[in-house]
């Protein structure tokens, strides 16, 4: 029987070009939800878009692929995504930031842990 929550999905714009060190900056945005123990989070790959200065990146010219768009797109309780915020507004403190309410729906057989479930997702987790 499917279970359904109220949840709040942030989505993060980037460029590939965008470093946190020797990483892209998009990994490094994953692997600390994931090390926070955030629900879920997905990493998008555009092949066209344009930010803030107007210049249109893309896919069509092999030579200009430089910097194609990239979203973190991160989903969990309001709770935790508001608590997640500071780490974004850190380690990307010059990104464009979405935010939005969800319903959340799972389905399967196998019970799965709610998102508000205090219990850890990630061994890892501090």
Do not use: C, Y
Not at 93 to 119: H, I, K, N, Q, Y
């Amino acid at each position: 029987m499917p279970t359904s929550q109220i949840a709040t999905r942030i989505v993060v714009f980037l460029s590939e070009d965008d470093r946190s060190g020797h990483h892209g900056l998009h990994e490094t945005l994953l692997n600390r939800a994931r090390e926070d123990g955030l629900a879920g989070a997905t990493v998008w790959r555009g092949i066209e878009g344009f930010g803030a200065s107007g210049r249109i990146r893309t896919s069509r010219f092999p030579d200009a692929m430089i910097g194609l768009p990239v979203t973190v797109e991160l989903v969990d309780t309001p709770e935790r995504i508001e608590a997640f915020l500071p780490v974004v507004k850190e380690l990307a403190p010059g990104s464009f930031v979405t935010r939005e309410e969800v319903r959340v729906t799972r389905f399967g057989a196998s019970p799965t842990p709610a998102l508000d479930d205090p219990t850890p997702k990630n061994p890892h987790r501090r």
